[in-house]
Structure formats: C-alpha cells, structure tokens
C-alpha cells in the first residue's frame, strides 16, 4: 500500500538528527518540511518559551469532510539519550545503529507511521474528516509539550496516539496516574566522632522509612520506586540533609492516594522518632485513562485491524504518555504499538516490516471512520 523505500527513507532522515528533550530545533524543522508536501497549514506553537526548549510543538491542519468526525494523529519528536553522531542504517530486515547511539525509534516510528498515511490519504484522493496532527516536544521529560499546548485550537472526537513499544496492533487502552514524591529530610549537624549525640542524622531516618516502604509492584495495578537519593557531605559529618525523589503509579486512582499516604505518613513518623522533620511535595504528573472497549474507537480499530491483516491487542501500560494528557482533556484517545524494539537503549531497532504495518495501519483507520 505505501512506498516502502520512502518509508524506509524517511525514517533514516529522521533518525540521523540528534533531538534530545528541549533540544528538538532541527527536527522539529524536519517535521515541517516533510509535513509542507500534505499540509499548508502547519504552525508551530510557544512552548519553547514555557518550559525553556528551542522548539515548540509542531500542529498540521488537514482539512476534510465536516461531516466525518475529526482525528487527531500524534507522536513525539525528543529521544532520550545518548545521541551523538547517531548513525542509523540498514541491515537485513532491521533498521539499527552501531550500538554506541539509540536509534530514536521512540518516536520518530511514530512520526514516521502519521506522514506516510497522510501522504497516501492525499496522493490517493481518498475522503476523510478534518486531521488534526500534533507533534510533541518534551514528551520524555514529562509530558511537558502535550500539558502546554492550547487544546481550544485542537476539535476531534477521537485521538490516536502512536508511540507504544511492541507488535503492530497493539493497542494502549489502559494507563496509569502517576504521583512524583520529592522529600527532604531535615535532621542535625554535629562532628560524627566527638560529639554525634548532638546530630539528628537525615540518612538514618531516610534508611528507616525506606526499610518499611512496600517497595516495587505492590499488586497487579500499583508499583513504587525510590529513585534518587542525595545528602551528605563527608563521613566524618552527622547527616543533616536527605533529598530524595520517588514515584508512585497506579491504574486505579484510590490506589494511589492511599499508597501516597502511606508513603507520607512513613517518612514523618520514623522523622519523629529521631527528632527530624521531612517535607514532602507530591506533583500529580497525568491522570490514568481507560477506554471502553465497547467504545466506538475499538469498533473503529477492530475495521482498521482486519483491512490491515493484523490482531488487533487491547493492551494495560504501566507507563504513561501523551495519551494520557487528551483523555484528561476529554478526548477519546488510544496509544498504538509502532514495533520499536528495545527502546531507550543503544540496542534500540525496528523490523522495516513492522515499520511499513505501522504505516497501512494509520491508513486504514483513517479510512475507517465514517
């Protein structure tokens, strides 16, 4: 159905630039210049100023039928690292690196999957609705370009969202909340070896609550982490200060205010016990989405899955994405797999045959709603 050489070498230009979060200014101009040939109307926002990037989102209008309800088709342009002198490359059926860079499959598969459907939408003549594309920066970092983008200027009734690790057909249909815990503790300074009496030792109460912390998957729906811990300053010195960020996820929203409690309620109290104090400063990063699976987007899926040949996989995550910013703005949206494989990791590659699926895949959606 799509030109698989240009498939595969659109995905090659895109993956030869470097494009760390806030650092997105020369893909982003790549995505502007490849959008141009289906698009007129392609602009780019301020979300540069807001979060402190050289580049903002990018927003491609297309229009169509006002009769057929709009979509909106996203991905984003940041990678995680490293990048440097990312050289991506052909062998056999996979696109990889040398293995000193990622490949940046997450998500310029995406990216890649919304330009070749749209391009055979348009070279095609094929009837659709209004599209509306979002290309997202920051997205690695927080969600951080999705959250600032001005949603009045965004009218669709359904999102697909392409920026799931996996097997084509796979579909994100369930993600979590996700709590960020930073916690400083507060103890006492005294000379460790004259007089620690005189010290209240912040590491100490930190190695207590931690010790009590239901640590990792706590059930089927939840997990905790403790992921940064700094304090200290030499060993011959009572600890009087512990930073330490964690974060709490879970499918079901109860779940995770209790276990945020919990977690709050543990380091004040083993605080206490040793006469510290903690402060704890708890940041709701996304809100969990669940889409029916009676909704009238997996009846869209299911039509899309068949004309592709593909299984369609309603999926859980226990990650989060921009997905989860447009249910929480009240757009009905999924996350779909674009087969990259071994994401943010220098062993990162995708099978150009899942590639191309990924690409007929958004095609047949397109053409699915009616």
């Known amino acids: 159905m799509v030109n698989r050489d240009e498939v595969i070498n659109d995905f090659l230009d895109f993956a030869k630039i470097e494009s760390l979060s806030l650092n997105e200014r020369n893909i982003a101009n790549k995505v502007k210049e490849k959008f141009s040939y289906v698009s007129d109307e392609i602009y780019e926002d301020d979300t540069s100023i807001k979060i402190g990037g050289n580049a903002g989102n990018i927003i491609i209008n297309i229009k169509g039928d006002k009769n057929v309800p709009g979509i909106l088709l996203s991905a984003h342009m940041d990678t995680v690292g490293p990048v440097k002198n990312k050289k991506p490359f052909i062998s056999g059926d996979f696109i990889k690196t040398d293995g000193k860079t990622i490949l940046g499959g997450d998500d310029i598969a ?3 999957s919304i330009l070749e459907a749209v391009k055979y939408i348009k070279k095609n003549k094929i009837e659709h609705g209004n599209i509306q594309i979002v290309i997202s920066v920051a997205e690695e970092i927080g969600l951080l370009g999705v959250k600032n983008l001005d949603f009045d200027k965004i009218n669709v009734k359904y999102g697909f969202v392409l920026d799931s ?15 960020v815990i930073k916690t400083k503790i507060i103890g006492k300074s005294s000379h460790a070896g004259i007089e620690p009496e005189k010290g209240i030792n912040a590491i100490h109460i930190a190695a207590n609550a931690i010790s009590k912390l239901n640590m ?36 079901n929203r109860e779940k ?15 605080a206490k016990k040793l006469g510290g104090k903690v402060k704890c400063e708890v940041k709701c990063e ?29 999926q859980s995550s226990g990650g989060g994405s921009d997905t989860n910013i447009y249910n929480e703005m009240g757009i009905d949206s999924v996350n779909l797999n674009v087969g990259a494989d071994k994401i943010h990791s220098v062993e990162e590659q995708i099978k150009i045959e899942d590639l191309v699926k990924s690409c007929e895949f958004v095609i047949n959606i397109i053409k699915s709603i009616k």
Request: hydrophobic letters at 35%; glycine letters at 8%.
């Open 110 to 112: 995406g990216i890649v």
């Open 165 to 179: 690790t996996g097997d084509v057909g796979g579909v994100i249909i369930k993600s979590p909340s996700h709590n």
């Open 216 to 251: 990792g998957r706590i059930d089927d729906e939840t997990t905790m982490n403790v992921g940064v811990i700094e304090g200290g300053r030499a060993a011959n010195v009572v600890c009087n200060e512990v930073n330490i960020e964690s974060e709490i996820r879970s499918l």
């Open 256 to 270: 995770l205010e209790l276990e945020t409690s919990k977690f709050v309620e543990i380091f004040n109290e083993e």
């Open 286 to 314: 996304y809100r969990n989405y669940e889409i029916d699976k009676n909704s009238s987007i997996i009846d869209i899926l299911k039509i899309a899955a068949k004309e592709s040949d593909l299984k369609l996989y309603l």
